[in-house]
Antibody, heavy 119, light 107 residues
Framework: EVQLVESGGGLVQPGGSLRLSCAAS????????MSWVRQAPGKGPEWVSA????????YYADSVKGRFTMSRDNSKNSLFLQMNSLRAEDSALYYC????????????WGQGTLVTVSS | DIQMTQSPSSLSASVGDRVTITCRAS??????LAWFQQKPGKAPKSLIY???SLQSGVPSKFSGSGSGTDFTLTISSLQPEDFATYYC?????????FGPGTKVDIK
């Protein structure tokens, strides 16, 4: 059974940093692309970043480019999102999601970790 | 970026109704389209990928169709557990983008 468990969220001041983690199990992690998707309260999902199975290709939404860095450690079945220069508009529930044959076929999602950016 | 629109934004339906939701892309995306169901306090659940392929474990009352710019999600016979918000998402090109959602509630 595919399981994705996010952690690392919390309350941070504007301009601060957080590092999110996603622990994956139930599939051959290194084979699949992964994404981070966020959802602000009362809003629809917003794709944030994607990474290939090898980690060699990474893509970002314009809204986070230059501030967020996505990475993975295939030896530990783990996904990461380093978030710097956080803004109030980054406040959201952050989900990690497993891609399929295509990176954007997000077949499995974790339960999310909440990030709140506020002074 | 590819913009996704959905119609209607909300609908009221009864148990047993056939429901159709439409999604339109601002440019052609071939069949690179997924549909998600989301219930309050839960993560989105993937229903359909590649416009018409059912995810494993998803009941056959859900079906998808379309290609290019126009897509539909149909629920053949609405059940109480289907009342939720439905989102389409394109993955033809980065950045992946979601539609604004269609909320299906009880009439």
């Amino acid at each position: 059974e595919v399981q994705l468990v996010e952690s690392g969220g919390g309350l941070v001041q504007p301009g601060g940093s957080l590092r999110l983690s996603c622990a994956a199990s139930g599939f051959t992690f290194s084979t699949y692309p992964m994404s981070w998707v966020r959802q602000a309260p009362g809003k629809g999902p917003e794709w944030v970043s994607a990474i290939s199975g090898s980690g060699g290709s990474i893509y970002y939404a314009d809204s986070v480019k230059g501030r967020f860095t996505m990475s993975r450690d295939n030896s530990k079945n783990s996904l990461f999102l380093q978030m710097n220069s956080l803004r109030a508009e980054d406040s959201a529930l952050y989900y990690c999601a497993k891609g399929g044959l295509y990176a954007g076929d997000l077949g499995y999602w974790g339960q999310g970790t909440l990030v709140t950016v506020s002074s | 970026d590819i913009q996704m629109t959905q119609s209607p934004s909300s609908l009221s339906a009864s148990v047993g109704d056939r429901v159709t939701i439409t999604c339109r892309a601002s440019q052609g995306i071939s069949n690179s389209l997924a549909w998600f169901q989301q219930k309050p306090g839960k993560a989105p659940k993937s229903l359909i990928y590649a416009a018409s392929s059912l995810q494993s474990g998803v009941p056959s009352k859900f079906s998808g169709s379309g290609s290019g710019t126009d897509f539909t999600l149909t629920i053949s016979s609405l059940q109480p557990e289907d009342f939720a918000t439905y989102y389409c998402q394109q993955y033809n090109s980065y950045p992946f983008t979601f539609g604004p959602g269609t909320k299906v509630d009880i009439k």
